[in-house]
């Protein structure tokens, strides 16, 4: 039974990457923004899949919670912000371009993974010392071995990250207020 398990997991990893890809591409395609939106949660889900299978429970758990979560209730939101006056007035941006780079990067995405599935992934055994991870889980706790570097190595990330999102979130609210039919 052990033998199995390794094709288990490798089975699995690639069909949530492959329902991750297929799920973005449909995301990007439909013309319904509420449609892309849900989409787009099919496509965390199947992240957060791949965090598990890879053994990072908690930044799964994290990718469920934050992003398919709390940041798709603000984008439906934002959309539905968006959206208020006459239904008539959505006008699709998706045009022949878009569609054309839209494939193109598709076509870039799997020609990467087919070399990568010829050449071979690069070893990760040399990128971090065996049992770094447990020391660092023990020393600070599992919550502070990812809050740790977040807050301190990559504060600017983080923080500019925040403030794009505010910014965002006031300027629908700004564009909703405009179309609003009864905004004076």
């Known amino acids: 039974m052990g033998q199995h398990l390794p094709l288990f997991y490798q089975f699995h990893f690639y069909l949530f990457g492959v329902l991750a890809i297929v799920s973005a591409l449909t995301f990007i395609t439909r013309k319904s923004p509420v449609a892309s939106a849900l989409w787009l949660v099919v496509t965390l889900f199947a992240i957060a899949a791949e965090y598990v299978l890879l053994n ?29 006056g006459d239904p008539k007035e959505f006008v699709e941006i998706r045009g022949t371009g878009a569609k054309l780079l839209a494939g193109l990067t598709g076509l870039a995405v799997i020609a990467e993974v087919g070399f990568l599935s010829i050449v071979g992934l690069p070893s990760t055994e040399h990128v971090v010392e065996f049992g770094y991870m447990d020391n660092l889980v023990v020393q600070y706790g599992a919550v502070g071995a990812l809050a740790k570097p977040l807050f301190r190595d990559y504060v600017l990330a983080f923080e500019l990250t925040a ?8 300027g629908a609210v700004v564009i909703g207020r405009k179309r609003s039919p009864d905004a004076s």
């Open 56 to 84: 990072a429970q908690f930044i799964g758990a994290l990718q469920i919670i934050v992003y398919a979560g709390a940041i798709m209730v603000v984008f439906l939101f934002v959309i539905m912000l968006l959206n208020l």
């Open 163 to 170: 403030i794009l999102l505010l910014i965002a979130m006031i």
